[in-house]
Structure formats: structure tokens, C-alpha cells
């Protein structure tokens, strides 16, 4: 019963080096979302999925970039890292149906820091 | 824009004592409501939601009720235990829409 997998846990990354966060799901959810939490803002958006070959911007998508190749699978990049995207990063997902009144699901994060 | 606003943290509480933590929001639409639970190291985890005015979620021990006119969504139990310290989250998604609106996070730390 996995649920949503983010991979890596961890990393450390130096300042322009790039990288590719993993979320997988295995319960056929149509929505994938990727959020970023820091201390005293909550959960921001940073770009989401409705569907396979699909992705959207959110609230604050510079400087990332995603994309849905496999309905499973939603991957979260990084071209060339900064300090400022030092955070934990976290993956949902939710289903279709009902659109609005379904809980997202949620990975355990990766916690990136940009030296 | 929608917007949540949450009472800000942190909530200390010794075990068995009364919790509410208060959650308003602002919606350009007709939302629907969740508190979602962050324990340390872990991811979020839907705790409760309403879909509409004056239905009342509830789960574990918490309870939380959707109140149009004030604009409301506050969580509340009975008696906390100490397993109930975490960060606890209320979000909003608009009918039609999947993404959510967080507010900051409340952590709630009970003593024993």
C-alpha cells in the first residue's frame, strides 16, 4: 500500500547544479501536484498536473520545471539551483472525481538544500 | 485571490486540556473546506473536511464545522493527547478545481 513515493529523501545540491525529483502513485489518480513548504509560509503551489501530457503553472513556478509523461509518475526539475529553492518538497495526488471535494495525498518529501 | 488564514503557533496544551485552533478564509468561489495533520518527518494527511455550509467534519476526536457566514473553518476537540502534537493545516479547493489554498500551519505541541 505505497501510496505516493518521492524520490530522493534527501540531497544536497551545490548552487547551478541541476536535478530531478521523483513522485510516483499507484493509485491511479488522475491529479499529481508538487508543493514546496518553508518555515511560515505553508504549503506553496509550484506547478500541477490534470492528466497525462499535461502540466500547469501555480503560485510560484520560476525557476522549475515538470512533466507527466506516464500517468503514475510526475517529475519535479531543477535546470540550475539556487539557494532560494532550499525547502522540503512534497508531492500529491487526487482523483478525479469529484473535483474540489477530494483530499490530495501526500509523499513523505525531499528535503533539498542548495549550498 | 482565495486566501486561508490560520491562528498562529505555537498552541501549548497539557494532555486532556481543550483545543481549538481558528482557520477563516477568503474565496472568490464556493469552497470546500479540509484540516489536513503534518506529524514530524511525515507528509500531510486529510484529518477532516466539509463540502458545504454547516456540515460538520469530524475524525479522531476533532471536529470542525463549516460556517458560511462567518467564513469559518475551526477546529476544535475535546481532550488532546500528547500523539496529537503536529502541525495542523486548513486549506481550501474550489468547486470545479483540484489545486488547494493552505494556510501557514498551526503547530499544536501537548504536554504531558
Known amino acids: 500500500n505505497a501510496g505516493v513515493t518521492q524520490t530522493p529523501k534527501f540531497r544536497v545540491l551545490k548552487t547551478g547544479q541541476s536535478m530531478t525529483l521523483l513522485c510516483a502513485q499507484d493509485m491511479n489518480h488522475e491529479y499529481m501536484y508538487w508543493y514546496r513548504q518553508d518555515p511560515g509560509m505553508g504549503l506553496r503551489l509550484i506547478h500541477y498536473s490534470v492528466g497525462e501530457g499535461t502540466t500547469a503553472k501555480g503560485e510560484v513556478p520560476d525557476g522549475y520545471n515538470v512533466s507527466r509523461l506516464k500517468k503514475q509518475n510526475f517529475l519535479l526539475g531543477l535546470e540550475s539551483a539556487a539557494p532560494s529553492q532550499t525547502s522540503v518538497y512534497f508531492c500529491?495526488?487526487?482523483?478525479?472525481?469529484?473535483?474540489?471535494?477530494?483530499?490530495?495525498?501526500f509523499g513523505d518529501g525531499t528535503r533539498l538544500s542548495i549550498l | 485571490g482565495d486566501s486561508v488564514t490560520q491562528m498562529e503557533g505555537p498552541v501549548t496544551l497539557s494532555e486532556e486540556a481543550f483545543l481549538t485552533i481558528n482557520c477563516t478564509y477568503t474565496a472568490t468561489g464556493y469552497p470546500s473546506l479540509f484540516w489536513y495533520v503534518q506529524y514530524p518527518g511525515e507528509g500531510l494527511q486529510l484529518l477532516l473536511k466539509?463540502?458545504?455550509?454547516?456540515d460538520k467534519g469530524s475524525n479522531k476526536g476533532f471536529e470542525a464545522t463549516y460556517r458560511k457566514e462567518t467564513t469559518s473553518f475551526h477546529l476544535e476537540k475535546g481532550s488532546v493527547q500528547v500523539s496529537d502534537s503536529a502541525v495542523y493545516f486548513c486549506?481550501?479547493?474550489?468547486?470545479?478545481?483540484?489545486?488547494?489554498?493552505f494556510g501557514k500551519g498551526t503547530m499544536l505541541l501537548v504536554s504531558p
Open positions: 486549506a481550501l479547493s474550489l468547486v470545479g478545481y483540484s489545486t488547494l489554498t
Open positions: 466539509a463540502t458545504k455550509a454547516d
Open positions: 500529491a495526488s487526487s482523483p478525479h472525481e469529484g473535483e474540489g471535494n477530494q483530499p490530495q495525498h
